[in-house]
Structures are given as structure tokens and as C-alpha cells.
């Protein structure tokens, strides 16, 4: 997490900044509040801005909105006044954090709010065979679709991506390209200039240019509008962008992640995607299933989620009860891991006594989940069942293994040999030479499919 300090750093503040670090975070520092606003539209990216509540945080809120910057704000300050932490979080911070600091506090507070604390909780092989692939593309610079229903936690994938990658150690910048109105996604991918149009008061450095040397996810890409569409594709193939009101390009370096929950290959069809675009952001396909078909992560992850929120809440982890887990698992999760999230996020503040019961395990609506009926928990059995001869991989012979992996990533790659080999680490004269025994014996072999898929 990239952490951004504004005030004056002694004393108490100070000992913060080093705790914070401790945790993880990448600190960085300045004294004011508009030194902190240039900072950001300078292109110094941050996940969370820790202020001194004897600045002015309403402006500095104001100044970031104006410039279309949204970074969460946690205030800070020595003694705790009632009334000056109170002002604080009314002027829009959204948690203060008392000086003299506590290190459990401090990690706690940063997880909470900046919600970076995602790692991967992978228990069933559904969603292991995902991970498979994602490891296997992580190192190279191939541009991956990650496709999935809302909420099944496609960002998070990507981060793990990015974590993977060779570029782990640069910045991972994300944009929603849902989240933000179509007249002005082009100044947050690509930044502008000062006077571009009304409002520009000063150069923004854009999204492409923030993540420069690392990850740029373009998050439900499928929202962006058919002119941005050919601008975007501009920079993936040239590696260059242009500011708005620029008078020259400017050169970046960066990966391209994507993410959708709708069909783009349908959406070519209804002429709202272009297909040029879709083939060079989905040369790697990792297609996330949603959570009521990968049913032995759901309670992994909601013990996780049990564990975030206690600490988060300042309460003991409590255990789930055996009834709990069973409504858990049985349940269909529409809304994915986020719903399941926010479900044990409930519970963690609703339980009483020493576990988590069914009780205080509770829709959005108030209703607690169904009771696990009997041909509920019957295909559950199956589904476990079913998990566990996946698990087995004993009696394959290492020509076996070979060639299924060899069909797994030529179907992901969606028939590009080119890829398929730059991903598996062999040349495409060997890869084809594969592809050759195996059809010759009689195994389906993707064919390609598009421009640019080249045939064995």
C-alpha cells in the first residue's frame, strides 16, 4: 500500500509513519495540503493519505475532488481531542487514528480503509485451476481479460497478477471505467494539460503515465465508450498516449490488465466493442467462476473474512459455529464474494456468546440464510466428493500432464499458437510439432480463431 503523509513530521507523527512502514506500507511525505494535491496530480499515486487534524482536510478533500482525485483520508493527531477528531471526520476523513500511535492500530485502521489487504484464499480446484494459469502468465508481459461475475473478485486476481509479475515492485494503478462519466475517463486514462478545457488549472498526469513501469487495470473495460475504445488501442499498440490539449506524445511503459462481467465477444457482435481491441487485450484469458461453483472456498474465505473484520472492529475472532458453516455452504451467493463478505462483515458486529452462530449470519435484507435442506446438502457431499477425485492427479504420465497443459493454454490463448508458445516457454516450431503428434492420435486441438491466430 502506498501510503501519503501530510504534516510535519516529528515527534509522534513521525513514530506513525515508521509503524505504518512496518506494515507494509510505501511512505511517502509532505508538509501541506497543497503540496499533497500537487503531489497527486503530479502523478504521485497513493492508496491513503494520513493528514494531521490541524490542517485543513476539507480543503484538501475539496482541491482532490476538483481535480477528480479520490484518495481515502485518515486523520491523526496528538491527544485526541473529542472535538477536533469529531471535525475531521465530518470534514470527510473517513477514520482517525489517536498519536501516540499503536502499531495494531495503525495496520488495522490501513487495512480497513484501504481495503488492500486482499490476498488470494484458494481452496477448491475450480478456482486452483485459474491460479494455475495465472501463474503461468504472471512473469511474461502478455495483456490478460479477466472475465467473471460482479463481485467473484476479479481485481483482486489481477493484483495477484501483478504481485507475480516482474513489475511487483512498480506501482499497481487501477481504474473503474464504470465508475466515471464518459466525458471525462479520457483526462483519468491519459491526463491533460493546463487549459485543455474548462477547469484544467494545471497538468494532470493521467492513469497511463501514474502507472508507468507497473500494472494498469482497466476495470469493466466493457463500459467504455467506441471513440475512447480506439485511443486506448492506440496506446497498447504504441506504447505512447497523448495528453488532452498535448502537444506531443508521451512514451509509457506498462502492462494492460482488463476486466468484464459481460460477454465481449457479444458485445463485438452488437458492434459496442471493437474486436481489434478485444483481441489485444485478451491474448490470456483467466475466467474467474462464480463463488456457488467453487464451494469449497466459501468457508475458507468466510473465516478470513472473520478475521478482517475483528481486527478491523476492534473485537475477539470468534469461531464459526458447525450450523453456520453448513447455511454458509448451502448458500447460492448471487452477489459472489462480496456478498459473502459483506455477510460476515455483519456477523462479526451481530454475534453474541463465544462463536459465530446461524443467527447473526444475515442477508442484506436482515433474513438469516435459509436452513441447508437435505437435497441441498446432498450435492454439497457431491460437489466435495467430486473435488476430491479432481485432486488426484496420480497415474498421469509426465506426456500426459504435457499435453494437457499444452490444450489448457492454446484454449485460453484462444488458438494463438504465438502466444500459447511465448506463454509455455517453448518455440512455436515445437509447440507445432505437439500439435501435430496429438491430432495425428486423434485429440482435439483448439483451432485458431480471429486475425492473428496463427494455424499449426
Given at each position: 500500500?502506498?501510503?501519503?503523509?501530510v504534516?510535519?513530521?516529528?515527534g509522534?507523527?513521525?513514530?506513525?509513519?515508521?509503524m505504518?512502514?512496518?506494515?507494509?506500507?510505501?511512505?511517502?511525505?509532505?508538509?501541506?495540503?497543497a503540496?499533497?494535491?500537487?503531489?497527486l496530480?503530479?502523478?504521485?499515486?497513493?492508496?491513503?493519505?494520513l493528514?494531521?487534524?490541524?490542517?485543513?482536510i476539507?480543503?484538501?478533500?475539496?482541491?482532490?475532488?476538483g481535480e477528480r482525485?479520490?484518495?481515502?483520508?485518515?486523520?491523526c493527531?496528538?491527544?485526541?481531542d473529542?472535538?477536533?477528531?469529531?471535525?475531521?471526520?465530518?470534514?470527510?476523513?473517513?477514520?482517525f487514528?489517536?498519536l501516540?500511535p499503536?502499531?495494531?492500530?495503525?495496520?488495522?485502521?490501513?487495512?480497513?480503509?484501504?481495503?488492500?489487504?486482499?490476498?488470494?484464499?484458494?481452496?477448491?480446484?475450480?478456482?486452483q485451476?485459474?491460479?494455475?494459469?495465472?501463474?503461468?502468465?504472471a512473469?511474461s508481459e502478455?495483456?490478460?481479460?479477466?472475465?467473471?461475475?460482479?463481485?467473484?473478485?476479479?481485481?483482486?486476481?489481477?493484483?495477484?497478477v501483478?504481485?507475480?509479475?516482474?513489475r511487483?515492485?512498480?506501482?499497481?494503478?487501477?481504474?473503474?471505467?464504470?465508475?466515471?462519466?464518459?466525458n471525462l475517463?479520457?483526462?483519468?486514462?491519459?491526463?491533460?494539460e493546463?487549459?485543455?478545457?474548462?477547469?484544467a488549472?494545471?497538468?494532470?498526469?493521467?492513469?497511463?503515465?501514474?502507472a508507468?513501469?507497473g500494472?494498469l487495470?482497466?476495470?469493466e473495460?466493457s463500459e467504455?465508450?467506441?471513440r475512447?475504445?480506439?485511443k486506448?488501442?492506440?496506446?497498447?499498440?504504441?506504447?505512447?498516449?497523448?495528453?488532452?490539449?498535448g502537444?506531443?506524445?508521451?512514451r509509457?511503459?506498462i502492462?494492460?490488465?482488463?476486466?468484464s462481467?459481460?460477454?465481449?465477444?457479444?458485445?463485438?457482435?452488437e458492434?459496442?466493442?471493437?474486436?481489434?481491441?478485444?483481441?489485444?487485450?485478451?491474448v490470456?484469458?483467466?475466467?474467474?467462476p462464480?463463488?456457488?461453483?467453487?464451494?469449497?472456498?466459501?468457508?475458507?474465505?468466510?473465516e478470513?473474512?472473520v478475521?478482517?473484520?475483528?481486527?478491523?472492529?476492534g473485537?475477539?475472532e470468534?469461531?464459526?459455529?458447525?450450523?453456520?458453516?453448513r447455511?454458509?455452504?448451502?448458500?447460492r451467493?448471487?452477489?459472489?464474494?462480496?456478498?459473502?463478505?459483506?455477510?460476515?462483515h455483519?456477523?462479526?458486529l451481530?454475534?453474541?456468546?463465544?462463536?459465530?452462530?446461524?443467527?447473526a449470519?444475515r442477508?442484506?435484507?436482515?433474513?438469516?440464510?435459509?436452513?441447508?435442506?437435505?437435497?441441498?446438502?446432498?450435492?454439497?457431499?457431491?460437489?466435495?466428493?467430486?473435488?476430491?477425485?479432481?485432486?488426484?492427479?496420480?497415474?498421469q504420465?509426465?506426456?500426459?500432464m504435457?499435453?494437457?497443459?499444452?490444450?489448457d493454454?492454446l484454449?485460453?490463448c484462444?488458438?494463438?499458437?504465438?502466444?500459447?508458445?511465448?506463454?509455455?516457454?517453448?518455440?512455436i516450431r515445437t509447440?507445432?510439432?505437439?500439435?501435430?503428434?496429438?491430432?495425428?492420435?486423434?485429440?482435439?486441438?483448439?483451432a485458431p480463431?480471429?486475425?492473428?491466430?496463427?494455424?499449426?
Amino acid at each position: 500500500m502506498r501510503l501519503l503523509v501530510v504534516g510535519k513530521l516529528d515527534g509522534q507523527l513521525s513514530a506513525a509513519v515508521k509503524m505504518a512502514m512496518s506494515a507494509g506500507a510505501k511512505v511517502s511525505h509532505v508538509e501541506t495540503v497543497a503540496a499533497a494535491t500537487h503531489a497527486l496530480r503530479a502523478g504521485q499515486g497513493a492508496d491513503l493519505l494520513l493528514v494531521d487534524y490541524d490542517l485543513d482536510i476539507a480543503a484538501l478533500i475539496a482541491a482532490n475532488e476538483g481535480e477528480r482525485i479520490r484518495v481515502p483520508v485518515v486523520a491523526c493527531g496528538v491527544g485526541a481531542d473529542p472535538a477536533r477528531a469529531a471535525a475531521a471526520i465530518r470534514a470527510g476523513a473517513k477514520e482517525f487514528i489517536p498519536l501516540p500511535p499503536e502499531a495494531a492500530l495503525i495496520a488495522a485502521v490501513l487495512a480497513a480503509v484501504s481495503d488492500d489487504n486482499r490476498p488470494m484464499v484458494v481452496h477448491d480446484p475450480n478456482m486452483q485451476a485459474v491460479l494455475k494459469l495465472a501463474d503461468q502468465v504472471a512473469a511474461s508481459e502478455a495483456s490478460i481479460l479477466i472475465t467473471g461475475e460482479s463481485g467473484s473478485g476479479k481485481e483482486v486476481v489481477a493484483r495477484y497478477v501483478h504481485q507475480k509479475s516482474r513489475r511487483a515492485a512498480k506501482p499497481f494503478i487501477s481504474v473503474n471505467c464504470a465508475a466515471i462519466p464518459e466525458n471525462l475517463l479520457e483526462s483519468e486514462l491519459f491526463g491533460h494539460e493546463k487549459g485543455a478545457f474548462t477547469g484544467a488549472l494545471a497538468r494532470r498526469i493521467g492513469k497511463f503515465e501514474e502507472a508507468n513501469g507497473g500494472t494498469l487495470l482497466l476495470d469493466e473495460i466493457s463500459e467504455m465508450d467506441a471513440r475512447l475504445q480506439a485511443k486506448l488501442l492506440r496506446a497498447i499498440q504504441e506504447r505512447e498516449i497523448d495528453r488532452v490539449g498535448g502537444a506531443k506524445p508521451v512514451r509509457v511503459d506498462i502492462r494492460i490488465l482488463a476486466t468484464s462481467n459481460r460477454d465481449l465477444a457479444q458485445a463485438v457482435k452488437e458492434g459496442t466493442f471493437r474486436e481489434d481491441l478485444l483481441y489485444r487485450l485478451n491474448v490470456v484469458n483467466l475466467r474467474l467462476p462464480p463463488l456457488r461453483d467453487r464451494p469449497g472456498d466459501i468457508v475458507a474465505l468466510a473465516e478470513f473474512f472473520v478475521k478482517k473484520y475483528a481486527a478491523a472492529n476492534g473485537v475477539p475472532e470468534k469461531p464459526l459455529s458447525t450450523e453456520a458453516r453448513r447455511r454458509l455452504a448451502a448458500h447460492r451467493w448471487p452477489g459472489n464474494v462480496r456478498e459473502l463478505e459483506n455477510a460476515m462483515h455483519r456477523a462479526v458486529l451481530l454475534s453474541v456468546g463465544d462463536e459465530i452462530t446461524e443467527d447473526a449470519v444475515r442477508l442484506p435484507d436482515g433474513q438469516p440464510l435459509s436452513p441447508a435442506d437435505a437435497g441441498a446438502r446432498a450435492a454439497q457431499a457431491a460437489s466435495f466428493a467430486a473435488e476430491a477425485v479432481q485432486r488426484s492427479f496420480v497415474g498421469q504420465t509426465v506426456a500426459e500432464m504435457e499435453q494437457q497443459l499444452i490444450i489448457d493454454t492454446l484454449e485460453h490463448c484462444a488458438g494463438n499458437r504465438t502466444h500459447a508458445a511465448n506463454i509455455l516457454g517453448i518455440s512455436i516450431r515445437t509447440l507445432r510439432n505437439k500439435l501435430k503428434e496429438y491430432t495425428e492420435a486423434g485429440v482435439a486441438v483448439p483451432a485458431p480463431q480471429g486475425a492473428g491466430a496463427h494455424a499449426a
